[in-house]
C-alpha cells in the first residue's frame, strides 16, 4: 500500500537556520501519527510543510498522489497547490475561522468554492457534519458567538467537508481553557474510530497514547525517535525523548 | 482688488509692485487727496460684501454701475466706459447674440455680461472665475460665445489666432465704490476724480494703457449715478427650483465621483499590497501624487492643462478629477482594512483550496471593507462638500448657485443657509446610513 503522505529529506529553513534538517516520514491510510516534541522542535513547520503553507528548501513531500518539491510558487504552480490542499485538511491551533461567516457557511464554504457544489448540496453536507461534531444547534452561529471548543469543533468540521484525504491538526487544543479540552479531543478520537487518516500535533500525552497509532518525537529539526506511542511514552530511548518527557 | 492685467497685476519683475491702469488711477487719486492707495486682495465676485464689512475703504476694480449695485453703495462719476462685446471663433457664422440660441456662452459670474446673458431667452450661460479660461474654452469649441468687457476680450480675448470680435452687445461704465453712509469719502474721491478727469490725467492714463477711446470724451459731462433706494429682495420660486436642481448636480456628481473612487481605491491598494514590484510602485506613485496635490489643482489640469490632448467635458472632468483624487484616500483605507484581516485568514482559505483570488475575494476583502467601511462612508460625506471645488470648471452646483443668488439677492444669510440646509439633506442620510451598515456588519472578534 502506497503512503498517503510521505516526506522524504524534507529540509528547511528560516532566516538561514535550519528547522527541519532531513525529515522522513510515511503515514499509511487510515493511520493516525502523533507528532510529540519540545517547542521549536519544527512540528507545526513539518505539518505545513505536508500542504506547502510553508516552502521547503530540500527534500520533497509526496501527497495525494502529488509530488511537491522546493521552490514551488503560490503563483505559478497554483493548480499543483490546490490539487494538493483540496484533499489534505488542516486545523489550525487558532482556529481561524471566518468570522464574517456563520458556523454553517464556514463549513459550507469550501465545498462550495472549491468542489463546486451547488448551494443546498453544500450546506446539507456542512449541516450533517455540524452534527457529527456535537454542533447543530449552533449552525447559524458567528464565530464570534461560540466558546473556543465550539469553534474549534466548527474549524475540524470544515476542514472534514472537503473529505480529505489526511487531515492535519496543529495543535488544536492548545488555545484551549483546560475544561473546553475534552470535547475537541473526543471529537478527533471519533474520528480516528472511523478511519480518518490524521497527523496531529500535540502535547496531549494520554490523548497521543490512547488515540495515535504511532507517535514521532521531532526534536532540533529531527525525528529522534518513533514508534508506538506506550512504549515512546513508557520506555523513551533517544535521549531528546527522555528529556521532552523530563526524565533523566 | 482682483482683475487681472490691464486692470490691476503684479508687476512681472518686482512682486511687490503692482501695475495696472486701475493702480494708476488709484495713486493719481490718492495724490491728489493727500493720502497712500493701499491695495487689498479680494475676490471680484464678494467686492461689495468685502467693502460692507470694511474690509477696505474703497473699490476700484472694473466694478460696472448697475442698478442693483446702486441700491448697496455709493459709486462715483464713472472713471471708464465700456462695452460688452461678443467675441466667438472666427469660422462661425455669429453676428448677434441671438445667433447663439441654444449654444454655451460662457462670461464671468457676477458680472454686467452674466446679468446681460441671463436675460437673453434661450443662451446657455456658463460661469468662469477667471478672464483667460472663457477664450480658452472658446478656442478648444467648449463654448460658441463669450462675452465679457472690451477690455477684457482685447487683453485676453481678441489676441488669440482664431477668435474675432463678432458684435458688441452691451455698454456699461465702471466707477469707483464706497459705503453709502461714507458721504464725505464718497465726495472726496468723486472731486478728486472730476479734478483728473478735467485736467488730462486720467486720459494721459487711459491713453497710457491704450484704453483711450471715442466713447471716453463723453466722461467729461457724466455725473455720479444717484443712489437708488434699497429694494427688498425675497428667495424667488424660480430661485428655489435653480438650487434644487444645484444640489441635483452636487449628488450626481459627487455619487459618480465616489463610485470611480471606491472601484479605483479597491484597484490601487490590491496592486500595491499584491501586484508585482512596478505595479506597486506605480500605485504608491499615484497615491502619493493624488493625496499630495490640492484637489483645486488637479482640476484645473484635467480641465483646462488637458484640453489639448484630452478635451473633456466639464460634467467628466469634475467626476473624474474628484473620482482620481478621493480613489488615492479610499486606497489607504482598504489598504489599512487589509492589514486589519489577520495572516491565518488567507491560510484557512488556501488550506481549504481556494485559489489566491478565492481567498481575498470572498475572505479577505469582505472583512477588509468592514474595517473600511466607516473611513469610506465619511469620506463620501467629505466628498459632498469638496465637489463644490468643481465650479472652478464650470459645473454650476450647490455651493456655486448659492454665490449667484447671493449676488443676485444682495444678501447672503438667506441663500447660505438655504444652501446649508440642502447639504445637511445629502449629508444626514448618508450619515445615517453609513452607521446603518457599520451595525449591520460590525467586525467581529476573530
Given at each position: 500500500m502506497t503512503p498517503v503522505v510521505a516526506l522524504r529529506g524534507v529540509t528547511t529553513q528560516l532566516g538561514g537556520t535550519a528547522?527541519?534538517?532531513g525529515v522522513d516520514l510515511a503515514v499509511d491510510r487510515g493511520e493516525v501519527v502523533a507528532v510529540l516534541g519540545p517547542?521549536?522542535?519544527?512540528k507545526s513547520t513539518l505539518l505545513r510543510a505536508i500542504n506547502y503553507l510553508t516552502p521547503f528548501h530540500a527534500g520533497e513531500v509526496e501527497v495525494a498522489g502529488q509530488r511537491l518539491r522546493p521552490g514551488l510558487s503560490e503563483r505559478r504552480d497554483a493548480a499543483l497547490l490546490r490539487a494538493v490542499r483540496r484533499r489534505v485538511g488542516m486545523v489550525f491551533q487558532h482556529f481561524h475561522l471566518f468570522p464574517h461567516l456563520s458556523a454553517l457557511d464556514n463549513v459550507s464554504a469550501g465545498p462550495r468554492r472549491v468542489l463546486g457544489l451547488g448551494h443546498e448540496a453544500a450546506r446539507a453536507r456542512a449541516r450533517a457534519l455540524l452534527e457529527r461534531v456535537g454542533l447543530d444547534g449552533q449552525a447559524d452561529a458567528f464565530p464570534h458567538a461560540l466558546s473556543g471548543g465550539q469553534q474549534q469543533r466548527v474549524a475540524i468540521a470544515r476542514a472534514l467537508a472537503m473529505e480529505p484525504e489526511v487531515l492535519l491538526l496543529d495543535e488544536p487544543t492548545s488555545a484551549l481553557d483546560p475544561r473546553l479540552v475534552g470535547e475537541v479531543l473526543a471529537v478527533i478520537a471519533d474520528l480516528a474510530r472511523a478511519g480518518q487518516t490524521m497527523v496531529v500535533v500535540t502535547h496531549e500525552l494520554g490523548f497521543a497514547r490512547r488515540v495515535a497509532g504511532r507517535a514521532v518525537v521531532l526534536a532540533g529539526g529531527r525525528v529522534v525517535e518513533e514508534g508506538p506511542p506506550e512504549r515512546l511514552l513508557d520506555a523513551p530511548q533517544a535521549p531528546e525523548t527522555r528529556a521532552f518527557l523530563g526524565l533523566r | 482688488m482682483q482683475g487681472g492685467e490691464p486692470y490691476v497685476f503684479q508687476d512681472p519683475h518686482d512682486s511687490r509692485k503692482l501695475l495696472g491702469f486701475e493702480v494708476e488711477i488709484a495713486d493719481a487719486l490718492a495724490r491728489r487727496l493727500g493720502v497712500r492707495a493701499e491695495f487689498v486682495q479680494n475676490d471680484w465676485q464678494t467686492l461689495i460684501p468685502s467693502l460692507e464689512r470694511d474690509d477696505f475703504d474703497v473699490i476700484l476694480n472694473g466694478l460696472e454701475v448697475t442698478p442693483e449695485r446702486r441700491a448697496r453703495v455709493a459709486f462715483t462719476r464713472p472713471y471708464y466706459v465700456f462695452t460688452e462685446t461678443l467675441v466667438v471663433r472666427d469660422d462661425e457664422r455669429v453676428?448677434?447674440?441671438?445667433?447663439?440660441?441654444?449654444k454655451r456662452v460662457g462670461t464671468l459670474g457676477g458680472s454686467l455680461a452674466h446679468a446681460l446673458l441671463a436675460a437673453t431667452p434661450g443662451v446657455r450661460t456658463v460661469l468662469y472665475e477667471g478672464v483667460e479660461e472663457p477664450y480658452l474654452d472658446l478656442e478648444r469649441g467648449r463654448l460658441a460665445g463669450v462675452v465679457l468687457d472690451d477690455v477684457i476680450a482685447r487683453r485676453y480675448g481678441l489676441g488669440r489666432p482664431h477668435l474675432r470680435l463678432a458684435a458688441t452687445v452691451g455698454e456699461g461704465e465702471y466707477a469707483i465704490a464706497v459705503r453709502p453712509d461714507h458721504t464725505a469719502l464718497l465726495e472726496a474721491v468723486d472731486g478728486a476724480l472730476a479734478a483728473a478727469r478735467a485736467d488730462g490725467e486720467l486720459r494721459a492714463i487711459l491713453t497710457r494703457w491704450g484704453l483711450w477711446n471715442a466713447r471716453q470724451e463723453a466722461l467729461a459731462t457724466a455725473a455720479p449715478p444717484a443712489p437708488l433706494p434699497p429694494s427688498g429682495s425675497r428667495l424667488t420660486w424660480a430661485e428655489v427650483v435653480l438650487f434644487l436642481r444645484a444640489a441635483g448636480v452636487t449628488l450626481v456628481v459627487s455619487a459618480a465621483a465616489m463610485g470611480l473612487a471606491v472601484a479605483g481605491g479597491l484597484g490601487l491598494s490590491i496592486a500595491r499590497r499584491y501586484g508585482a514590484r512596478p505595479l506597486r510602485a506605480a500605485a504608491t506613485a499615484y497615491i502619493e501624487l493624488f493625496r499630495g496635490t490640492p484637489v483645486l489643482l488637479q482640476l484645473y489640469v484635467l480641465y483646462y492643462g488637458l484640453a489639448p490632448v484630452l478635451p473633456l467635458g466639464a460634467f467628466t472632468a469634475a467626476v473624474l478629477g474628484l473620482g482620481l483624487n478621493y480613489a488615492a484616500y479610499e486606497a489607504e483605507l482598504y489598504r489599512a482594512g487589509l492589514e486589519a484581516v489577520p495572516g491565518g485568514q488567507t491560510e484557512a482559505a488556501l488550506a481549504l483550496g481556494f485559489s489566491r483570488g478565492q481567498a481575498l475575494g470572498r475572505i479577505v476583502l469582505p472583512q477588509a471593507l468592514r474595517v473600511a467601511l466607516p473611513g469610506i462612508a465619511n469620506d463620501f460625506i467629505a466628498l459632498l462638500k469638496d465637489s463644490s471645488l468643481v465650479s472652478v470648471i464650470t459645473v454650476v452646483e450647490l455651493t456655486k448657485q448659492m454665490t449667484i443668488t447671493a449676488v443676485d439677492l444682495r444678501g447672503w444669510l438667506v441663500p447660505g443657509l438655504v444652501c446649508a440646509a440642502l447639504y445637511l439633506a445629502l449629508s444626514y442620510p448618508l450619515a445615517r446610513l453609513a452607521r446603518r451598515l457599520e451595525r449591520r456588519l460590525a467586525p467581529v472578534a476573530a
Open positions: 528547522v527541519l534538517r517547542s521549536g522542535g519544527g | 453676428g448677434s447674440l441671438a445667433d447663439l440660441r441654444g
